[in-house]
């Protein structure tokens, strides 16, 4: 019989009352809580907390604080993104971030998922998909991002979106739900 850690990791239905679990996010909150009371004047030691906290910080990467998450270790930043003020990362499942992505503040993204029968909701099932940010996306401010969304490279999410379906390379959508409104011409 798997754990209820186990079933979490596998993307299927699980319940949070699980030790290991339990014990990953006080770990999380410990580790988010030094980050984000950390001193301006020892950008060092941010630094380190955050590659402590995270599964991997690329290169010239950064996080603005306040910065929030469950677990930290299912999140992946690449080299030379950036992570503006008020990010909220539920990451249940993993999260990766691509090269070079400017996120901008206020900005959620959303792995957790619930069940949508009330009877399932009530006894605390919840489960989780992965979320990926290709290279070079920039996510304008307030942009949610839902549970198993993937975003092309290059592509543009205009403020306020909440992207609820993947979206292709080298796209700008806007919106609820976010929708391309144009293409843009390939990098250089």
Not at 38 to 57: H, K, Q
Not at 174 to 183: I, K, L, M
Request: with cysteine; glycine share 10%.
């Amino acid at each position: 019989m798997r754990t209820m850690k186990e079933r979490m990791l596998a993307g299927d239905l699980y319940i949070a009352d699980d030790p290991e679990i339990a014990a990953d996010l006080d770990r999380a909150a410990r580790l988010t809580e030094r980050f984000n009371t950390g001193s301006a004047d020892d950008p060092e030691g941010r630094l380190a907390t955050l590659r402590e906290l995270l599964g991997s910080l690329g290169e010239s990467a950064w996080v603005r604080p306040p910065f929030q998450c469950d677990y930290g270790w299912q999140t992946h930043i690449g080299p030379r993104s950036f992570v503006n003020f008020n990010a909220v990362f539920l990451d249940v499942a993993r999260i990766t971030i691509g090269a070079d992505v400017q996120i901008g503040p206020n900005v959620q993204l959303l792995t957790a998922t619930h069940p949508i029968e009330p009877a399932a909701r009530r006894d605390k099932w919840e489960s989780a998909r992965p979320i990926t940010i290709g290279d070079n996306v920039w996510l304008g401010g307030g942009v949610i991002v839902l549970a198993g969304v993937s975003i092309g490279d290059n592509t543009v999410v205009g403020a306020g979106a909440v992207v609820t379906r993947d979206l292709p390379p080298n796209v700008v959508a806007v919106g609820n739900p976010a929708r391309p409104v144009r293409t843009l011409e390939q990098a250089i």
